[in-house]
């Protein structure tokens, strides 16, 4: 191998390293969100929840809409909490998440911060 060849190597060697070092890291933090989730459902407290808005974020994920659901989640000895959820839900479920009507979500409280997970949406 000649010393041109070499070093053209190393060129490629050390352009791939990063790209590789970048894909690997936002591919993990995707999974991340999708095991916290997955966490939440399986450790929360149950609640019935209020759809108070709900927003499409103009992304489609395998030709089902993501949106942004509005949620007030009352509280036994406090206010309501209210928090905006981003889910994936079916088309046909759209009805389903109207404001006013009520939904199942998962409410975890870990480290003074309240998490939570709309129960029944595919988690993708």
């Known amino acids: 191998m000649s010393s041109g060849e070499s070093i053209i190597l190393v060129v490629v060697a050390l352009i791939s390293l990063p790209l ?29 929840a209020t759809v108070s808005s709900i927003r499409q974020t103009n992304t489609e994920i395998n030709g089902h809409p993501e949106v942004f659901i509005g949620l007030t989640i009352p509280r036994e000895h406090a206010d309501p909490y209210r928090t905006i959820i981003k889910a994936v839900i079916y088309m046909v479920n759209i009805p389903q998440y109207q404001p006013g009507r009520k939904v199942k979500v998962k409410v975890l409280e870990t480290d003074g911060k309240i998490k939570v997970a709309l129960e029944g949406v595919h988690v993708f």
């Open 20 to 48: 590789c070092l970048l894909a690997f890291m936002v591919i993990r933090q995707s999974f991340k969100d999708n095991r916290e989730i997955k966490f939440i459902l399986k450790n929360g407290v149950p609640f019935d």
